[in-house]
């Protein structure tokens, strides 16, 4: 990983690190399999709500002619327009801790559009190549996030083409050039989709790249379980998911806490990530949990992304070979205090130098301690070399 020092500044003013844009890695460290969706946020007031018939606070899905309505029910109003989606999200903070040492890549689908240009292009200014050619026949998908006063935010989804993900060239030569697929569990909602991501995850088994999941939704995994749990217990090595994810991919009750669902879940994936909200975390590995608690460092101003962020502290934790699973979960829980800090769900350029830098200070004072976990040869270890 080396040196891990440099300073930044916004998100409009991200820059590769160095790296031409016809240059493109022949090597990822990570690559992700997601929703690539633009963001489209305002704040309103609940009379706006009213006017548009929203429920407050809830995730709607709506089409091509409910977009327009809303968009033109907004005009004149100030809102902020960028490329998101729940694995950008994690893929930035990724690229951000990495420093540019880190290789990012992302697949999925935009239109051949305006707003999958800007989608393309502010990845790319982040560190994040984005692989897949826009699609002639579609349009790029959207999410118009209304917060409130009380900063409570309705979502409302224009899927598009984000949805729409086939194992292609493109894909498969990604992943036989990387040490990590990424796929994000919004993907579970279409038929066809579930094929490709299958695919993937056991091509990158048979390629030993590792296989994480994120469950993302609790709703879709009650509604894909047989499906999810399939590609989980074939062909993942990492899960991760909050507390009502877990119950709803276990088929347990609210009163199941998430140390246990965890527990459970490691049965069937060696490396499993349960956060609980301001309660912390729980991580689990073949078996035997360890709590992480909540990072009190900073005031909780927008909880949205903070699992995005969690994943990827404990990501990057991962890639650099961290031998402490505590070590680990507390970076992961560093980072996602860093997010909900501020408002927006991408972790800062300042943020994330300090963050790395306190980590690896962190690590070479560990170096004499025997190691709990490696990554080699495309599988997770424990310290004593058996395969988990």
Not at 17 to 27: D, F, I, K, L, R
Not at 140 to 158: C, E, F, H, K, N
Request: aromatic share 6%; glycine share 10%.
């Amino acid at each position: 990983m080396g040196g891990l020092c440099r300073s930044g500044g916004a998100e409009d003013g991200d820059q590769p690190y160095g790296v031409p844009e016809t240059a493109v890695p022949s090597q990822w460290d990570v690559v992700g399999l997601g929703q690539a969706m633009v963001d489209c946020s305002a704040m309103v007031g609940n009379d706006a709500l009213e006017r548009l018939q929203l429920e407050k606070g809830v995730r709607t899905v709506i089409d091509h002619e409910q977009r327009g309505k809303v968009l033109q029910a907004l005009d004149g109003r100030s809102y902020k327009v960028s490329a998101g989606g729940s694995l950008s999200n994690t893929l930035v903070a990724l690229a951000r801790l990495g420093t540019g040492r880190i290789n990012v890549a992302m697949t999925g689908s935009v239109g051949k559009d305006p707003l999958g240009d800007f989608y393309r292009t502010k990845l790319l200014r982040a560190n994040v190549h984005f692989l897949s050619s826009p699609m002639v026949r579609g349009t790029t998908g959207t999410v118009i996030v209304l917060t409130t006063p009380d900063a409570q935010r309705t979502m409302l989804s224009y899927q598009g083409m984000s949805s729409v993900i086939e194992y292609d060239q493109v894909l498969a030569k990604a992943l036989s050039a990387s040490r990590l697929l990424v796929v994000e569990g919004y993907l579970w909602e279409i038929p066809q989709t579930i094929q490709a991501l299958s695919r993937a995850c056991q091509e990158a088994r048979k390629a030993n790249v590792l296989v994480a999941l994120t469950a993302s939704d609790a709703s879709c995994i009650s509604r894909h379980r047989d499906q999810f749990w399939d590609v989980m217990e074939s062909s993942a090595d990492i899960l991760f998911a909050n507390s009502d994810e877990a119950r709803a991919l276990c088929g347990f009750g609210s009163s199941t806490s998430p140390s246990f669902a965890a527990q459970h879940l490691s049965r069937y994936c060696k490396l499993v990530s349960v956060t609980d909200g301001a309660r912390g975390s729980y991580i689990a590995l073949a078996g035997s949990v360890v709590y992480v608690p909540p990072s009190r460092r900073c005031k909780p101003v927008d909880t949205c992304g903070a699992g995005d962020a969690y994943a990827a502290g404990l990501l990057y934790g991962l890639l650099c070979n961290a031998p402490n699973l505590r070590g680990i979960g507390s970076l992961a829980a560093k980072v996602a205090a860093m997010v909900v800090s501020q408002q927006g769900a991408r972790l800062r350029h300042e943020d994330a130098n300090q963050l790395a830098m306190e980590f690896a200070l962190q690590q070479q004072q560990q170096q004499a301690s025997p190691p709990e976990l490696k990554v080699r040869n495309g599988d997770l270890e424990s310290g004593t070399g058996a395969n988990l």
